[in-house]
């Protein structure tokens, strides 16, 4: 057990050939350490020795022929070594075990995508984000999915929630420009790609894609200071406001609008302070800001039929509320005040 700790915390400090080492010894010792070969198995699969990693995983699974993760893994080893046929096998007994395994959900639905099946692949990882609805790399690949069979929007949707839920991923982003330039709306891509920027400056592709859209948009020097400006004094509210500080957070973004009224995020961001102020009226003037800019943007829908609904304005709120999740129709939250909305209004569903 000592040796195959060592080797996964090793391991995630990219000292990989020691933890390798690591996960050897404690085999040697113990050859029937379930935990060992599954680590062996995934640290071969990480560096790209599938044929290594393939015994391994038969090792575990002759130990545990009922976990679910196992099945799951070797599928995921044989998908890499284009034995999808054997990948697929492997998955189906996950899910036997297991039919909620989120991983193998969403690993079908990659391998339905790279099959050409788009519409298979939105399928199965629908399933995956019913189990999780915070599963990013399944928003991510079901955009993908939906964006080859031209639904464009709805691919937005998901980037948009992929993007909410994990900020710092670059794929999200890239993805969120590429379907923002295939609706036409430029200026919205270029901040996409931005945001890659701001998570990785040493990103050359992001910076030059950057370069590129800056020169097709005809943008000057100046004014692209401008909105750099803006961003920045944009994230120190948004700072602000996660700390409590919602009166500063707000001329934060006012004094960002001023620089670029055009900024959605900095309507939304204003909205929020405005009603965690109880200034309910104002906060939805600053919502209408925000999807005006970008319909999109379903969490300012969402929040703007909140603020009605402190207004005791039950049937706007449920407005927002549908427009909400017309655009993100799996979010549980927005269901959830819809259906409180629905009651307040004292009758049921329309």
Not at 218 to 229: I, P
Request: proline content about 3%; hydrophobic content about 40%; overall charge negative.
């Amino acid at each position: 057990m000592v040796w195959n700790n060592k080797g996964y915390a090793l391991r995630h400090t990219d000292r990989l050939d020691e933890a390798l080492e690591c996960f050897n010894t404690a085999l040697t010792l113990s050859p029937m350490n379930f935990q060992a070969w599954m680590n062996k198995a995934e640290l071969l699969y990480v560096t790209k020795r599938f044929s290594e990693a393939l015994p391994c995983h038969d090792k575990a699974l002759s130990i545990d022929p009922e976990s679910s993760i196992a099945w799951n893994n070797k599928g995921r080893t044989l998908y890499a070594m284009n034995m999808r046929d054997d990948a697929v096998a492997c998955y189906q007994k996950a899910l036997e075990i297991d039919p909620l395994n989120v991983l193998t959900l969403g690993n079908m639905g990659l391998l339905f995508k790279d099959k050409g099946k788009p519409q298979e692949a939105v399928a199965w990882l629908d399933k995956a984000l019913q189990v999780d609805p915070f599963y990013d790399e399944a928003l991510n690949l079901k955009a993908v999915a939906l964006a080859e069979y031209g639904d464009y929007e709805a691919a937005l949707a998901c980037l948009r929630r992929a993007a909410t839920v994990n900020p710092k991923n670059t794929v999200h982003w890239r993805n969120l420009s590429s379907i923002l330039l295939r609706l036409g709306r430029s200026q919205e891509a270029l901040k996409a790609l931005e945001n890659v920027l701001q998570i990785n400056p040493a990103d050359e592709k992001a910076e030059e894609a950057c370069s590129s859209s800056r020169s097709s948009l005809g943008a000057e020097d100046a004014e692209h200071t401008k909105r750099e400006q803006a961003l920045a004094i944009l994230r120190e509210g948004v700072a602000l406001h996660r700390l409590g500080q919602c009166e500063a957070a707000l001329r934060c973004f006012e004094q960002s609008l001023s620089l670029d009224v055009n900024d959605a995020l900095a309507w939304y961001y204003m909205g929020n302070s405005l009603r965690f102020l109880g200034r309910y009226q104002d906060a939805i003037v600053s919502y209408q800001g925000a999807v005006e800019i970008d319909e999109g943007s379903f969490d300012a829908w969402g929040n703007m039929g909140v603020s009605y609904g402190h207004l005791g304005q039950h049937k706007m709120a449920l407005e927002c509320f549908d427009r909400a999740l017309r655009l993100s129709p799996q979010d549980a939250h927005w269901r959830k005040m819809r259906d409180l909305a629905v009651q307040k209004m004292g009758h049921g569903d329309n």
